[in-house]
């Protein structure tokens, strides 16, 4: 069973950084990919960047050019980062890891909540 612990979010004036963690331990070698969606108020979940297997990232529309994800494995846990630069206030969101497994099922962090204040 997978299990996902993000951190790193908080409150960032725009203009400015934040680097997003997940962890998922319990079945690392069962992961294909992993990546990142948020979800802002009253608005509907979007992909923010999603890193396959060999490290390759894809990114949604928003994230383009300003925020880099990658991953890492260590010896029962893989990891996701998301590095946000140049953060602008409609990045304001809910960030939610995921790990998708190699026979299809994904698996949800608990969402963590990114602010960027004008």
């Known amino acids: 069973q997978v299990q996902l612990v993000e951190s790193g979010g908080g409150l960032v004036q725009a203009g400015g950084s934040l680097r997003l963690s997940c962890e998922a331990s319990?079945?690392?070698?069962?992961?294909?990919?992993m990546g990142w969606y948020r979800q802002a108020s009253g608005k509907e979940r979007e992909l923010v960047a999603h890193?396959?297997?060999?490290?390759?990232?894809?990114?949604g529309d928003s994230a383009k050019g300003r925020f880099t994800a990658s991953r890492d494995n260590a010896k029962n846990t893989a990891y996701a980062y998301l590095q946000m630069n140049s953060l602008k206030p409609e990045d304001t969101a809910v960030y939610l890891c995921?790990?998708?497994?190699?026979?299809?099922?994904?698996?949800w962090g608990q969402g963590m909540q990114v602010t960027v204040s004008s």
């Open positions: 890193v396959s297997d060999s490290g390759s990232p894809h990114y």
């Open positions: 319990g079945s690392r070698f069962s992961i294909k990919a």
């Open positions: 995921y790990a998708e497994e190699n026979v299809g099922f994904f698996h």
